[in-house]
């Protein structure tokens, strides 16, 4: 048996339902690996809690229920130790189930000295592409969950890649939630009223801006792209946003109260997609020429006009998937499917360290 | 740099595809893992050209350019040593890219002592359940290339299992060759000349049965079974087949000369499935209760009804993935894609040999 540690950063959503799967599942993934992970640190912004031989599973369970009523890790005023200072036992994991930036360089020196990373937050990787080389040199950081939750989409890549293949193009709807509302929108609903329901749902962020301006969409396909080889900074991609620009800069219950402002010029672009046959998809193109990530209005033959709600689709043409794309279709969001895609880099990476 | 030695068991296309694109990567795995893989054998039938320090680029060009012609590795009534009596010089990986049954027990000896083994051939993992054990014990063996040929359809079940995730049901269409005849069949062709140009164009076996019988679909939907767990010996798939079985024991030509008898049988479910706006498809259905291989009438929605001619589809429903299925779709055939999926699943075995 090889025990593995490993640091959580993060234990919100998807952080506890990853440390549940682990708990629930460890024993299973011990009979068929040999190989048990060791949690020796939980971090979030406060403080990190850490037992070099190992958090018990009352310490882990306590933890995790004062993080679900709303209680910091570590308590006002305390000056615990952050996850950065900590010196794990032994070769280890550090997991960033976080949405921080600002943990590239500190992953990164874990890697150069042997750790290795497994990212479900896409800023470490969406920052200077210089910190994308550090974190994932030689293969030292997996981030599934990066892009399309638990999809298998960055190991399909990868193993494209790995076996000598060449991009072409990847073309992705990887927003759920404007997936949801293209479909709403089909269905003859107001732009307003679908966001509005959208908000209410919970299925939009806070601000339901941070998910209509595409920025989250961009960042999937910098990562995308700098997987595929393609050494581009941010500014190379740029998203086409839902609202203009106008809008970016008032109160969010303003832009809440200011929606039907949008409601025309929508209804005219899903008309003018539905006159030609075809359907308006929120798009991400990349290719080594460059990216596009924007509405696109597409033929009702395209993969991508079969979308429907929140599922995502990833087409890969490649070299030697030349005439018909390989596509990779389901839902790509959601704490449970996106603590299992860390769950699986996670069972590949210690399957590495176990040798 | 870490070198990993490597017995390639099998010199035919996917072989040869296989060894091209290793010679041609190598460099570029060599710089991104620091992995070098080192050919110390290649086998075939007839015997085995090792060099238990490395074959170099001219003898492995050589074996490959006198196999394509037909040429033996052996010169017949050689009494060279075969792959099985060879011992490698340290832990290294163990390539079967026949078609050939009975190797089972000897690669399963060789993941016993500490090898690994990377499959494109189906026969060692769909004979008896305990040899599917003995040879994925502790994810010794990696099998990508046996189902779907480059399609991520094992790893994608495997990291799905590996999270904790369980199967309710998996759906799909895994013979190139059988639905490219549904697609020609629903084209208004009749079987017998459908059969006849795909035979003629190569995409069938020489035996075209050997794709008729659905044997090779039970056989994958057999691995990806024991994949979810379940201890089934072969006869618990049986596959419906697309002729009679009286035309099963008769010569090819004979089987050939009565195509015709099976025109009306098809045309009648062709049109049957036509009329109720559905499509005809062979698809496998696997869950905890049982599998069935054959031809379905699938409803003008479901995502299997939407294929076209030769690609795959594969269809996850889980515990995680419960409203809306994760799905794989593709090119599921041809030497190319099959070597890369053997090589993936070589990088992916190198890797944890790295440590």
Redesign the interface.
């Given at each position: 048996m090889k025990t593995i540690p490993i640091i959580q950063i993060g234990v919100g959503g998807v952080g506890r339902a990853l440390t549940q799967?682990l708990l629930?599942?460890g024993d299973?993934?011990a009979a068929?690996?040999?190989i048990r992970f060791e949690y020796v640190g939980l971090a979030d912004s406060t403080g990190l809690r850490a037992r070099r031989l190992g958090l018990s599973v009352s310490e882990i369970t306590t933890a995790l229920a004062e993080k679900a009523v709303g209680q910091p890790l570590s308590p006002a005023g305390a000056f615990g130790m952050g996850w950065r200072s900590f010196i794990l036992p032994q070769r280890g994991i550090f997991i960033d189930v976080t949405a921080a930036g600002g943990h590239e360089q500190a992953l990164a020196e874990r890697v150069a000295t042997g750790h290795r990373v497994v990212l479900a937050n896409k800023k470490p990787l969406s920052a200077d592409f210089s910190a994308f080389q550090a974190l994932t040199k030689?293969?030292g950081t997996r981030y599934e969950a990066t892009v399309g939750a638990?999809?298998?989409v960055i190991?399909?890549l990868q193993?494209?890649l790995?076996?000598?293949?060449t991009l072409t193009r990847i073309e992705a709807a990887m927003s759920g939630t404007l997936g949801y509302l293209c479909t709403e929108l089909e269905a003859g609903k107001l732009l307003s009223a679908a966001v509005r329901e959208a908000h209410r749902l919970g299925y939009t962020e806070p601000d339901p801006r941070d998910d209509l301006s595409g920025a989250d969409v961009a960042r999937k396909a910098l990562i995308l792209a700098r997987t595929c080889g393609l050494p581009w900074e941010p500014v190379q991609i740029q998203a086409e946003p839902w609202f203009p620009a106008a809008l970016g800069d008032v109160s969010l219950d303003e832009f809440m109260a200011r929606l039907e402002e949008l409601d025309a010029p929508f209804a005219a672009r899903v008309a003018e997609a539905q006159a030609a046959g075809g359907a308006l998809r929120y798009v991400a193109t990349i290719s080594a020429e460059g990216a596009s990530v924007g509405l696109r209005v597409l033929p009702g033959d395209h993969p991508l006009a079969?979308l429907r709600?929140p599922?995502n689709l990833f087409s890969f043409t490649t070299a030697?998937?030349a005439?018909?794309?390989?596509?990779?279709?389901?839902?790509g969001a959601g704490y449970?499917?996106t603590?299992?895609?860390v769950?699986?880099d996670l069972?590949?990476t210690a399957?590495?360290?176990?040798?």
């Amino acid at each position: 048996m090889k025990t593995i540690p490993i640091i959580q950063i993060g234990v919100g959503g998807v952080g506890r339902a990853l440390t549940q799967q682990l708990l629930a599942h460890g024993d299973a993934l011990a009979a068929r690996y040999g190989i048990r992970f060791e949690y020796v640190g939980l971090a979030d912004s406060t403080g990190l809690r850490a037992r070099r031989l190992g958090l018990s599973v009352s310490e882990i369970t306590t933890a995790l229920a004062e993080k679900a009523v709303g209680q910091p890790l570590s308590p006002a005023g305390a000056f615990g130790m952050g996850w950065r200072s900590f010196i794990l036992p032994q070769r280890g994991i550090f997991i960033d189930v976080t949405a921080a930036g600002g943990h590239e360089q500190a992953l990164a020196e874990r890697v150069a000295t042997g750790h290795r990373v497994v990212l479900a937050n896409k800023k470490p990787l969406s920052a200077d592409f210089s910190a994308f080389q550090a974190l994932t040199k030689g293969g030292g950081t997996r981030y599934e969950a990066t892009v399309g939750a638990g999809l298998p989409v960055i190991s399909t890549l990868q193993s494209l890649l790995d076996s000598g293949d060449t991009l072409t193009r990847i073309e992705a709807a990887m927003s759920g939630t404007l997936g949801y509302l293209c479909t709403e929108l089909e269905a003859g609903k107001l732009l307003s009223a679908a966001v509005r329901e959208a908000h209410r749902l919970g299925y939009t962020e806070p601000d339901p801006r941070d998910d209509l301006s595409g920025a989250d969409v961009a960042r999937k396909a910098l990562i995308l792209a700098r997987t595929c080889g393609l050494p581009w900074e941010p500014v190379q991609i740029q998203a086409e946003p839902w609202f203009p620009a106008a809008l970016g800069d008032v109160s969010l219950d303003e832009f809440m109260a200011r929606l039907e402002e949008l409601d025309a010029p929508f209804a005219a672009r899903v008309a003018e997609a539905q006159a030609a046959g075809g359907a308006l998809r929120y798009v991400a193109t990349i290719s080594a020429e460059g990216a596009s990530v924007g509405l696109r209005v597409l033929p009702g033959d395209h993969p991508l006009a079969s979308l429907r709600g929140p599922d995502n689709l990833f087409s890969f043409t490649t070299a030697r998937y030349a005439e018909r794309p390989l596509v990779v279709r389901g839902p790509g969001a959601g704490y449970a499917v996106t603590a299992a895609g860390v769950l699986a880099d996670l069972v590949a990476t210690a399957r590495e360290l176990r040798a």
